[in-house]
């Protein structure tokens, strides 16, 4: 007759052991990127969720009703901010009808605001001009510098949301810095036989990476950000990658490739398609991983294009 009260006393010691001290906080995150970067500092203390998935525009992601639920039962929010899911999160959010993750409230997190934010307009803004740049330029993530800025607000968002673990998220930080800048020496050096290489984008995604890796983005496929080719700029373009010699037209995954295409056909340039987050292709799995691809990518197609 003993059995029966062994095996109810082993489940719920077991049960016991299983519970945490207190449940790890409940992360969102708009993008791959950020996702990446919260569960460098989180670990094992936050679970973490990104709504977007890395291979989707930013700007113009598929709200599902999933998302609702995800927001309902989340502590803290984390987006990129700029305006960049001005299309999509704000309606999210009040369905989500989560007090905590209102923006503004403590559960809230702009990655943005401690970031270092190009292309900020002067003068006078209209979303008439069809800019979805408003408030700066919102890829600011692909600048391992800026990886780290995002990496130290979420530490101490974190160690506020959850003081008992504090000490464990700054080391978690501290290491994942570390391992970054290490990281970056060897992209860096990967890159400097290759600084001021002149390349196009499709959509201004890539100024903060450029700036970086010392790369001239000198045109864009689109005419402003957010707006489609047209044929009057892609004659300009044409004319002007001709005029400098430019071989690299760098396109991001969610954009047709149809108007690059014929510019390589006119211009002689590669086409490179090239992940802007973390989950743009497969094997960039996390933040470290993305620049790991990309640079190779960028320098194996600007050594085939000099090889000609
Ligand atoms: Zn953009």
Known sequence: MKTPMLVVLAAASGLMAAAPAHAALNVVTTTED?????????????KVESLSRG????????AKPSFVFKLNKADLLIAVG??????????????ARNAKL??????????????????????????AMGDVHPQGNPHYWLDPDNGKRIATAIEKKLAAMDSANAAYYAQREDDFE????????????????YKGTQVVTYHRSWPNFADHFGLDVMG????????????SHTIDLI??????GV??????????????????????????????????VPEVADYIKLFDYDVRQIVDAIKSTRVK
């Open 247 to 280: 071989k690299i037209i760098l396109v991001e995954p969610y954009f047709d490739a149809k108007t690059p295409n014929s510019i390589a056909r006119e211009t002689g340039a590669r086409v490179l398609v090239l992940p802007p987050s973390v989950g743009g």
């Open 102 to 127: 209102q923006p503004g409230a403590a559960g809230y997190l702009d990655a943005s605001l401690t970031a270092k934010i190009l292309d900020i307009p002067t003068g006078q803004i209209t979303r």
């Open 34 to 46: 950020l996702a990446s970067i919260a569960r460098e500092v989180g670990g094992d203390k936050i």
């Open 55 to 62: 291979y989707q525009d930013p700007h113009f992601v598929e």
């Open 178 to 193: 570390r391992r970054l800048t290490a990281a970056d020496k060897g992209w860096q050096a990967q890159m400097a036989p």
């Open 220 to 231: 864009y496929v689109e005419p402003r950000p957010g707006i489609p080719p047209s044929p």
């Open 239 to 244: 004319k002007a990658m001709k005029d400098q």
């Open 82 to 95: 700029r305006e960049l899911e001005i299309g999509w999160l704000p309606p999210l959010i009040t369905q």
